[in-house]
């Protein structure tokens, strides 16, 4: 099997997740992640990985400068295109899903654009070393700024949905 086929074969649906975390929108960000490839095709990257999560980001930051050009407004859609259920959710756990995606939507928005990306690239399956080499951080530097940035993700996501009775202590 070729590289690049099991690159996108072991990477596209990680890939299809971080471009839809980016635009919001699931059948844009999987025409995005198959760009990416045909463009990973052509160029045949040293580092295909992380090559392709940053052609990624690249497009994904294209595609939102395009919106706003535009003033498009991007749209959360119903669930996430990378989640396949075995079988159709109940309505009541639909909407709960869709609130907690447009809560995680929301707090996202509120991060700063390192705290932003270093998370959706660790969400998206990204080594440290791939995520350092995407970023531009030191390597060792990655842990902490990923702690930091999931600690202020649940902080802005807590300001903004605080749960009642809750008395949670937080470090």
Known sequence: MDELEQ???????????????K???????EDLAQEVFVRALTHRP???RAWVFAVAANLARD????????KRHLTLLKGDPVAQPTMEPA??????HDERMAAVQEALGTLTHRDREILLL???GLS????ASQTGLALGAVGTTLARARRRLVEAHDR???????????S
Request: net charge neutral; proline share 7%; charged share 30%.
């Open 160 to 170: 903004q949905h605080p749960i009642k009775g809750s008395h949670a202590a937080h």
């Open 91 to 96: 309505p009541d756990s639909a909407v709960e």
């Open 23 to 29: 635009v919001w929108d699931a059948e844009r960000a």
């Open 7 to 21: 690159l996108y074969q072991t990477t596209y649906t990680a890939v299809v997740r971080f471009l839809y975390r």
């Open 63 to 70: 595609e939102a400068r395009a919106a706003v050009r535009r």
């Open 128 to 131: 440290y070393p791939e995520i």
């Open 122 to 124: 660790w969400d998206a």
């Open 46 to 48: 040293e580092k295909p």
